[in-house]
């Protein structure tokens, strides 16, 4: 495989002259076309893809990790701007989900223009995931991801009706894997089935051991001193060499994560770009 190149155009945190934004986004070049994780919550998307020299009109695949709106807020700029781009997603986006604080209930929902864009953008350019499946050599998708972790869960209280009667496992949660000449190279978008059952997952259907680098979200945030222990010391079972931990990571829990693990662990940016 040829160069990789990753680029964080949309993260809570940003480099000087970039917006910052509770959302994620990731670009990836790559010599066979260039990838999109997510599409950020509103604001920032096109304004830091612009910056950052990211042309959205030369997108080949938008894959969407899960479907809700700090993810899928630039989904109709894009789709305006590029009618060609195959897009990656599992039916369960367009849940009616909500998340309790309390008793207060905040629509965490993918945005109706996202939901209208994507309905309207060529059916045979809208593919489902139901299963693993490959965008290009050496490059793949999880699609739905077995939850077998005991000590892991979506990291938050998601609910399918706002009163909290139903709960949402976010069944559409998927991660992005390339085959990298050091090992496999796995994109995150919040890692809502668990960071455990995602990377033992993409080990098991790759068949590949190694692990060059993690980047993404963790949602960790929210997570207790017993699910950091645990996860610190499966993660340090593996043959690990880099966490790069952005959006909903949580700074605690990535704090924790670099004082307990062997691997490399450092926060991303929007802004943020590195070769493999």
């Known amino acids: 495989m040829k160069t990789l190149r990753f680029t964080i155009v949309v993260d809570n945190r940003a480099a000087e002259g970039l917006i910052a934004e509770h959302g994620y986004a990731l670009h990836i070049e790559t010599s066979a076309g260039n990838l999109l994780l997510d599409t950020g919550n509103k604001l920032a998307f096109v304004a830091n893809a612009e910056a950052l020299g990211v042309n959205l009109q030369e997108v080949s695949a938008l894959v969407l990790s899960h479907g809700h709106y ?6 109709a700029d894009i789709l305006q701007q590029n009618k060609d781009v195959e897009i990656y997603l599992h039916a369960g986006v367009f849940q009616p ?21 994507v309905m309207h953008h060529a059916d045979e350019k809208v593919n489902w995931l139901t299963q693993p499946v490959s965008l290009q050599d050496r490059v793949g998708l999880t699609g739905p991801i077995p939850r077998e972790c005991s000590f892991e869960d979506t990291g938050g209280s998601f609910y399918l009706d706002p009163a909290g009667k139903v709960i949402d496992t976010i069944e559409d949660d998927n991660a992005l894997w390339f085959h990298g000449p050091e090992g496999l190279v796995i994109c995150l978008g919040c890692c809502h089935a668990g960071i455990i059952n995602t990377l033992n997952y993409i080990m098991d259907y790759s068949g590949e051991r190694k692990i060059d680098t993690v980047i993404g979200g963790l949602h960790l945030l929210h997570a207790d001193e017993s699910r950091l222990t645990k996860t610190a010391e499966a993660l340090n079972g593996l043959d690990l060499k880099r966490i790069v931990a952005c959006h909903c990571s949580g700074d605690e829990a990535v704090q924790y994560l670099a004082d307990h693990l062997s691997c490399e662990v450092v ?10």
């Open 70 to 75: 700090d993810h899928t807020g630039g989904i």
């Open 97 to 117: 989900r909500y998340s309790l604080h309390g008793e207060d209930a905040s629509i965490v929902k993918m945005p109706l223009a996202a939901m209208q864009a």
């Open 267 to 276: 926060a991303g940016y929007a802004g943020m770009q590195f070769n493999i």
